[in-house]
């Protein structure tokens, strides 16, 4: 049989039907105005594009070769801040969002509204970002790494309490019955038939919320709360385009090497 | 009968004083590295106990002075919900336009990382080389956080939304390209060997035996991106790239507080909506 037999004898397999082709149509026909719209909403046009990707390309010349500048040492300092930034601030949050792990998780606060109450308001916390809290703990405590690691603890708390929870909820529920069985409290419960389940999973969890802080902390200097991110923005402010790219490189092989070492932990850690 | 009793608790003894010495090494070496790492990042006590009170009074600033039995009245009255959000009209576009910046930057991260993702997949990609040629490419892109591109992009594009976008967009590109590249080396090769084996060119094989396999796959991770670009969209606009951000920084060094309280509710409120039809979404698109 050849094609066009074929076609005429399953029209089905080879066209859509009519309506499905309208409303595709319709479909497209509202997605590129609602383009169009945000193009001249935002003022996207190809002359712009063209500029900026002109100016773009001068700076990538002058980002080559990257140079270390003559404060050099403020960068390696920058940099150390960051780490300590992260590892301070995941730690102090993996703490204090234990208990909320266990208040968020369905079993162990078992009426349901508690529950939702206690997940919505992890959520709406963790609807402000960390820049956020950043910029609040600046003008609280004042500049410096103290206002990053403030704004790392305040916004990473919900976040790992979200995942605790989650990581609870998914715990065999068999061990925490065989405590209840023999007559333990429900603080015996959560000691020894959940916590030694999920122990491992949680420290998964705040090691790779580590390496995402490690990233993170090296922006919050942007808005004045220390670390490495104050250098770049000085750095992009005057126009050292060539140790604005030796920072980048230096921040990559930095958070790859973390990413390295807390991968293997994690491994050994789930094995 | 009591031998093997003795000699399990021995044993048992001997792991747990092994695993006890373990524990304290671990310890240990964690409690180095905190002492370290405070003393760098400057949070010794005494500062955290003259910081903390600050830190209660400004939140306790930022909470409305609202009064219940005027809640309801117009924008002139103090305690009043009117009066808390008296510039809401403002705030909505803004939150809106933020929100129209992280679909059109997702969209065109998408857009970028969809070439990008199978010669980037291990599965498909023709040479050893090339994998791992775009595999570097997109760790590149992915490991430039968007607010660093953003303060680079507003010198060439200059201040407003555009520069956000296009950060969004290229950091969006680089994570969205790793995912989507993940995707494709889980999906089923069988279909793609049956159009190998009747002379399909490359491109022809990605198009119709990988992508219709993952095509629900990476909607679902367009949506996931969305919902991270939103909130960092809020924020992008601290450096001058557009969005709420812009108004939020300014009310915050002026210190504002009702206003910054009011808008970081508007933020939660538009994320949380969001984030809920999202999710609802992509329930939609994986079944």
């Known amino acids: ?271 | 009968m009591s031998d093997n009793v003795a000699s399990l608790e021995a044993a048992f003894l001997a792991h747990r004083r092994q695993r006890r010495v373990l524990g304290l090494c671990g310890g240990v070496v964690l409690g180095a590295c905190l002492l370290v790492s405070a003393i760098v990042s400057e949070a010794s006590p005494a500062a955290l106990i003259d910081g903390a009170p600050r830190a209660l009074t400004y939140f306790a600033k930022l909470i409305p002075d609202l009064r219940l039995p005027v809640l309801f009245d117009g924008t002139a009255t103090q305690g009043s919900l009117a009066y808390w959000m008296y510039r809401i009209d403002l705030w909505a576009w803004l939150l809106f336009e933020t929100s129209q910046m992280a679909a059109l930057a997702t969209l065109a991260g998408a857009v970028i990382a969809l070439p990008l993702c199978f010669p980037a997949a291990a599965n498909l990609a023709p040479r050893r080389g090339i994998y791992r040629l775009f595999r570097r490419m997109l760790e590149l892109l992915r490991a430039v956080p968007d607010i660093v591109y953003a303060l680079i992009l507003v010198w060439t594009f200059g201040v407003g939304p555009l520069a956000g976008i296009l950060a969004i967009t290229l950091h969006t590109a680089g994570t969205l390209g790793k995912l989507f590249a993940e995707a494709v080396e889980n999906a089923d090769l069988r279909p793609w060997q049956g159009l190998q084996a009747v002379g399909a060119t490359w491109l022809q094989s990605v198009r119709f035996a990988i992508f219709p396999q993952v095509l629900p796959n990476f909607l679902s991770y367009v949506l996931m991106r969305f919902e991270l670009n939103v909130r960092g969209a809020t924020v992008i606009g601290f450096v001058g790239a557009g969005g709420i951000g812009q108004e939020l920084y300014s009310v915050i060094s002026f210190n504002y507080y009702q206003e910054i309280g009011a808008i970081v509710v508007l933020i939660v409120l538009v994320v949380s909506v969001i984030d809920m039809m999202s999710e609802r979404l992509r329930r939609a698109v994986i079944r």
């Not at chain 1, 808005?223 to 230096?250: H, M, T």
Request: hydrophobic share 55%; glycine share 8%.
């Open chain 1, 1 to 271: 049989m050849d094609d066009a037999a074929l076609r005429a004898r399953y029209p089905a397999v080879f066209t859509r039907p009519l309506l499905r082709r309208c409303g595709y149509a319709l479909g497209a026909l509202l997605f590129g105005c609602w383009l169009v719209a945000l193009c001249i909403w935002f003022e996207i046009t190809p002359a712009r594009l063209s500029h900026g990707v002109a100016g773009l390309f001068v700076i990538l010349r002058q980002m080559v070769p990257p140079r270390p500048g003559s404060q050099w040492l403020d960068i390696l300092q920058g940099l150390a801040e960051s780490v300590a930034m992260a590892f301070l601030g995941t730690t102090v949050a993996a703490v204090i969002a234990l208990p909320l792990g266990f208040l968020g998780a369905r079993n162990v606060v078992v009426n349901a509204m508690a529950h939702f109450s206690v997940r919505r308001m992890f959520d709406g916390f963790r609807g402000v970002d960390q820049l956020i809290w950043a910029l609040a703990f600046v003008r609280a405590v004042g500049l410096g790494p103290l206002a990053g690691v403030l704004a790392i603890v305040a916004a990473d708390i919900w976040m790992l309490a979200k995942l605790y929870a989650e990581a609870i909820e998914n715990a065999d529920r068999h061990q925490a019955e065989s405590i209840v069985a023999v007559g333990g409290t429900r603080l015996a419960v959560i000691r020894f038939g959940l916590l030694p389940q999920v122990f491992p999973v949680l420290l998964a969890q705040v090691l790779y919320s580590f390496e995402s802080n490690t990233r993170s902390a090296s922006i919050l200097g942007v808005v004045g709360a220390g670390g490495i991110g104050l250098q770049i923005a000085e750095r992009i402010k005057v126009r050292y385009w060539d140790e604005v790219s030796f920072i980048i490189i230096l921040l990559l092989v930095t958070v790859a090497s973390i990413d390295t070492v807390s991968a293997r932990l994690r491994r050994r850690l789930i094995a």
